[in-house]
Every structure is written in C-alpha cells, then in structure tokens.
C-alpha cells in the first residue's frame, strides 16, 4: 500500500543542509495503523509531507496505491492525492462555515451534485457521531467534536489513506481516547489505511498494529508495538 525506499530529504538553510529525513524504508500494509513515533523534531511532520506528495524526497522513492508519488506533478499528483487524506492537530476548519458546510467542502471541490453532498454528509455525520450538530459553526464545538468534523471532512471522498498529523495532541486524554477509538472503528468497518503520527507513546500503544521509532531522521527501530515497546 505505502512504501519508502531508501528516502532521504536534505533542506537547505542559511546555516547550511539540513537532514531532516534519512535513508529510511518502512512499508506499511493495506489496511493496517501505522504509527510514527519521535521527538520534536525527529523528522516526523517531514515523513507526512513526503507521504502526501507535498514534498519530494531528496532522495529515494515514495509509492502510495501503487503511485510513484515522489515522481509525479500536475494533474496526476492532484488525483493521486485526492485520495490520501489529513486530519491536523488544530483541526483546520473553515471557521465561517457550519459542520455540515465543512464537511460537504471537499465534495464541493470534487464536483459532486448538491444532492450527492447533502445524502453524503448526512452519512458522514453518523459515522463520526456528530447527529444534532450539523448547523453549528466550529466555534461552538468542543475540541473532540472539531476533530471529528476534520475527520468526516476527510473521509468524505472515499480516500485509501489517512494520515493523521499529532491529530490528538490538541485533546484532553478521555477526548484523545474517543478520538482513538472513532478511528480504530473506520479503520475496521472501511479497512482504511492510517498512519499516524504523534510524540506520545500512549497513542500508538492504543491503536496501532506496527510502529516506526524516529529519532534524528532515522527509524532507528520498527515493528509490531507490542515487540517495540515490551517491557524490560
Ligand atoms: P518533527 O515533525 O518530528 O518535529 P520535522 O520533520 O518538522 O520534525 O523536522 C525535522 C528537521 O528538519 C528539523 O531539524 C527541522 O528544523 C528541519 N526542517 C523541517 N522542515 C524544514 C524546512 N522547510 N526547511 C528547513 N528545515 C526544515
Ligand atoms: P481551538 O480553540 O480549537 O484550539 P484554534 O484557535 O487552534 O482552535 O483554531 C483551529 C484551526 O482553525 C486552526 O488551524 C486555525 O488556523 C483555524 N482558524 C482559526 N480561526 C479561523 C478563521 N477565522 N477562519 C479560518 N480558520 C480559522
């Protein structure tokens, strides 16, 4: 589904190159979460622009849905990134425009019909649990209730992949677990692939199968959670 080959990405700064990501491999499986661990820092908000096509890598070779999206532009990149999706720790809603409003945006963009969008969204807002709230604006919503808006924001174009940026760090720890759990949920019932990542261990412990530990732009180790983060 997802595979990094030997990618590398150097920035360059007034202070001279900057090695944000290097040489790391991961492949990640349909339908698996996958998280991303490290510290400020560590390469973790690079790894996601290289995994959306915003970026290209220095070096190495992106594939998500059998796209090389790390050699791909224009209209082919915008159509290989209609189908991987984000949720942000600050949610990014359109702060003037309802729930319902913000969740139809993207289809707005997509071109589906006003009818398509409103059978849509309803669909959307069940899924996510916000039923009763669909003409109130962001600013009268509660943290987890802002991120599950991002979230059917971001489902609402069927995507392959979600890629979830500190989506959690903004939450209370009970709002941080309802959140968890909503995406373990469409995880299982859409078999959507996640990748996640996040600086909190807790995080990863409750919801993903297979963990990569970045530390300076390197995956210094990966694998099943369980085996990554036993105990001594
Ligand atoms: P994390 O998300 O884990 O905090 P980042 O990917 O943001 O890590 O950053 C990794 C390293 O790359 C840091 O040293 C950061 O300063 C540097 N970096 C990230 N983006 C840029 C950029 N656009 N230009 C220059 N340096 C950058
Ligand atoms: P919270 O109180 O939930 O932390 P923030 O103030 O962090 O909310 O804003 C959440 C997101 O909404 C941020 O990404 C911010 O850029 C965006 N945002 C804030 N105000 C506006 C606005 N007036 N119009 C559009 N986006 C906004």
Redesign the pocket.
């Known amino acids: 589904m997802i595979e990094l080959k030997d990618i590398s990405k150097i ?1 360059q ?1 007034k202070n001279g190159e ?1 090695t ?2 290097k040489n790391v491999n991961l492949s990640i499986n349909k339908g698996e979460i996958f998280g991303i661990i ?10 996601i622009r290289l995994l959306n096509g915003l970026e290209k890598p220095t070096n190495g070779t992106v594939i998500v849905n059998g796209k090389q999206i790390s050699s791909i532009s224009g209209n082919e990149l915008r159509n290989a990134r209609q189908k991987i999706s984000m949720i942000f720790q600050h949610f990014n809603l359109l702060w003037s425009r309802t729930v319902a409003d913000n969740i139809a945006f993207p289809l707005e963009i997509a071109g589906i019909t006003k009818n398509e969008r409103s059978k849509r969204v309803k669909e959307l807002i069940d899924l996510v649990g916000l039923s009763g709230r669909e003409n109130a604006y962001p600013s009268q919503l509660s943290g987890g209730q802002k991120q599950r808006v991002g979230i059917a924001r971001a489902l609402a174009n069927n995507p392959e992949v979600l890629l979830c940026d500190e989506a959690t760090s903004a939450l209370d720890p009970e709002t941080t677990d309802s959140i968890l759990e909503l995406l373990l949920d469409i995880n299982k019932r859409l078999g959507l692939t996640i990748v996640l ?1 996040t600086h909190e261990m807790h995080v990863i412990r409750k919801i993903c199968n297979r963990v990569a530990v ?1 530390e300076a ?1 390197q995956v210094v180790e990966q694998g099943d959670v369980l085996q990554v983060f036993q105990n001594p």
């Open positions: 920035y700064s900057i944000a990501v490290g510290y400020s820092g560590a390469g973790k908000s690079t790894m990542i970045m732009g």
